[in-house]
């Protein structure tokens, strides 16, 4: 079993994550400065796996503590989530997202491979294709971003292509993540974003637990079958599964390689939240309001290299998904901080 640094692990994402990790029977090391997360996540993850995590406080774009850290614990792989995320907020401040993206990923290799650690398994995005030009999006379309979100992405894979070009020794297996939504089944562990969310089902949910009046779509005009944005909804559960297959797919293969983890299915923002109201029962209110800066019209993946690289495919519906984030929703209306 592998001893894994899991960088951003207390995220949504890193959360559910760290639970298949452990499952699996992996040592986990999480790092995180719950600039977006909170401990509570951590310890709801031990809760369900029945088994510890090392955590340690700090962020990654401190080389000090990262090089301490990778002396302290002999790591053999190392899962990087530690980034921001949000399309609008990268438009609007993008130094800060070029900062902790680009320049923390940077501190980060830097740090492993000073300690000997080559094997990296990075959270990309489907952002890095850009507006495509076909669908569904196979992992040789264009790189070509229309945000800094999406950009600092890019620049990452771009480092991670050019090092294992220079060491034959690095692996690098960049998931290119389409859009995972829903919850662990549990309902103790899921998405709890800080202030307004800036993803989609999230907002949706909290509208449902009477925490928003109506959910703003941005963009109504958009050529789609019904004028709203398309995209691949992924159940994170599915998602954090592909990381696991991740893992043992570097232990035995060198190099740079990009990986879509998608459904393969378009699928509307309108159609969404119809998914939600049918699995719920729920009325979700909801308006239109104009494009946000940086969006694109459609986007889902064509998944079948990481069925091949990996053995892996999603495994569950838009409608379970909505069902489990539901779960998630009731039960922590204020997410972490006043669940049951």
Request: proline share 6%.
């Amino acid at each position: 079993m592998a001893r894994l640094l899991v960088t951003g692990g207390a995220g949504y994402i890193g959360a559910h994550t760290m639970v298949e990790l452990l499952a699996a029977g992996h040592n986990v090391i999480c790092l995180d400065n719950f600039s977006n997360s909170v401990p509570e996540a951590v310890a709801r993850v031990q809760q369900i796996a029945g088994r510890a995590v090392t955590l340690a406080i700090g962020d990654v774009r401190d080389d000090a503590l990262l090089r301490r850290l990778l002396a302290e614990h002999p790591i053999d792989a190392v899962i990087h989530f530690a980034a921001l995320k949000a399309v609008g907020e990268s438009v609007a401040r993008p130094l800060d997202y070029y900062d902790n993206n680009v320049y923390g990923t940077l501190v980060l290799l830097r740090a492993m491979a000073a300690a000997g650690v080559k094997r990296i398994v990075f959270s990309s995005s489907a952002t890095v294709y850009g507006a495509p030009e076909q669908l569904p999006l196979t992992e040789g379309a264009p790189v070509r971003t229309t945000n800094p979100y999406g950009a600092s992405k890019a620049m990452v894979e771009q480092m991670l292509r050019d090092l294992c070009a220079a060491d034959p020794e690095w692996s690098a297996v960049s998931l290119r993540y389409f859009n995972p939504i829903g919850a662990h089944a549990s309902g103790r562990i899921g998405e709890d974003p800080r202030d307004t969310p800036n993803n989609l089902f999230p907002y949706v949910t909290q509208v449902a637990v009477g925490k928003r009046e109506r959910l703003s779509i941005w963009g109504n005009d958009w050529p789609t079958p019904d004028g709203t944005g398309v995209r691949d909804y992924l159940h994170v559960v599915d998602l954090a599964a592909g990381h696991l297959r991740a893992v043992d797919y570097s232990a035995a293969h060198q190099g740079f390689m990009p990986i879509n983890l998608g459904t393969g299915r378009g699928t509307s923002v309108l159609e969404l939240v119809r998914a939600f109201e049918s699995a719920t029962g729920i009325a979700i209110p909801h308006s239109f309001a104009p494009r946000r800066p940086g969006d694109i019209a459609a986007c889902w993946a064509d998944p079948s290299l990481a069925a091949r690289l990996l053995g892996w495919r999603a495994e569950r519906s838009v409608e379970q998904a909505c069902a489990d984030g539901w779960r998630w929703q009731q039960h922590n209306p204020e997410g972490y901080r006043a669940g049951k």
